[in-house]
Nanobody, 120 residues
Framework: VQLQAFGGGLVQPGDSLKLSCAVS????????VGWYRQAPGEEREAVIC????????YQLESVKGRFTITSDKSKNTKYLEMNDLRVEDTAVYYC??????????????WGKGTLVTVSS
């Protein structure tokens, strides 16, 4: 099982950015793939995911209406579309696979993170 997140970079407040998480060794139907982030000095937190690939999406309150999680099963890739980025969104973003994806500690498989910096 492998995951690789990429697409991070330096953007300005109000910009948009799309992160990708390419997975291998399993399909997107086998596990929920969620997005997480960790800012300097902070704990890792769940940003957005769909627990157990159900219909209900978990989202961090501060990203509601701005971030969207999508997937392309043909590419075995999960995406995080981020709009109206804020300075406080600056963090290393990770994707992870598991079932109870709203709980980072319950996710057994992690990819390396990609840094998103929002700064003017």
């Amino acid at each position: 099982v492998q995951l690789q997140a990429f697409g991070g970079g330096l953007v300005q407040p109000g910009d948009s950015l799309k992160l990708s998480c390419a997975v291998s060794g399993f399909t997107l139907d086998d596990y929920s793939v969620g997005w997480y982030r960790q800012a300097p000095g902070e704990e890792r937190e769940a940003v957005i995911c769909i627990p157990n690939n159900d219909s209900v999406t978990y989202q961090l309150e501060s990203v509601k209406g701005r971030f969207t999680i999508t997937s392309d099963k043909s590419k075995n890739t999960k995406y995080l579309e981020m709009n109206d980025l804020r300075v406080e969104d600056t963090a290393v973003y990770y994707c992870a696979a598991g079932h109870e994806c709203d709980q980072p500690s319950y996710m057994p498989f992690w990819g390396k993170g990609t840094l998103v910096t929002v700064s003017s």
